[in-house]
């Protein structure tokens, strides 16, 4: 069965830490980009960072800095690391698998940054 299934949401204070993961099944996982996304109320969903099967990384400018996408291969899951969290981060994060014109979503985890 193809899935991908992401944790690691939650709440957080402004300045704290969260690390999401992707896990993956059913895909040849080492060849495939890895992208997380996110869409917060009432605006579209957007690309955050992404990395290539070459391990090359990519981000949107509102998280650079801040943010690390990272993928173990060996463990079919890629990361997001996301550091001094602000409340314009508050969104649903979503993983992405892409291959040529084979796209595969995860489910989303909810990611709130509140005092």
């Known amino acids: 069965q193809v899935q991908l299934v992401e944790s690691g949401g939650g709440l957080m204070q402004p300045g704290g830490s969260l690390r999401l993961s992707c896990a993956a099944s059913?895909?040849?996982?080492?060849?495939?980009?890895m992208g997380w996304y996110r869409q917060a109320p009432g605006k579209q969903r957007e690309l955050v960072a992404a990395?290539?099967?070459?391990?090359?990384?990519n981000y949107v400018d509102s998280v650079k800095g801040r943010f690390t996408i990272s993928r173990d291969n060996a463990k079919n899951t890629v990361y997001l690391q996301m550091n001094s969290l602000k409340p314009e981060d508050t969104a649903v994060y979503y993983c992405?698998?892409?291959?040529?014109?084979?796209?595969?979503w995860g489910q989303g985890t909810q990611v709130t940054v509140s005092s």
């Open positions: 992405n698998a892409a291959r040529r014109a084979n796209t595969i």
């Open positions: 990395i290539t099967s070459g391990g090359s990384t």
């Open positions: 059913g895909i040849a996982f080492s060849i495939y980009a």
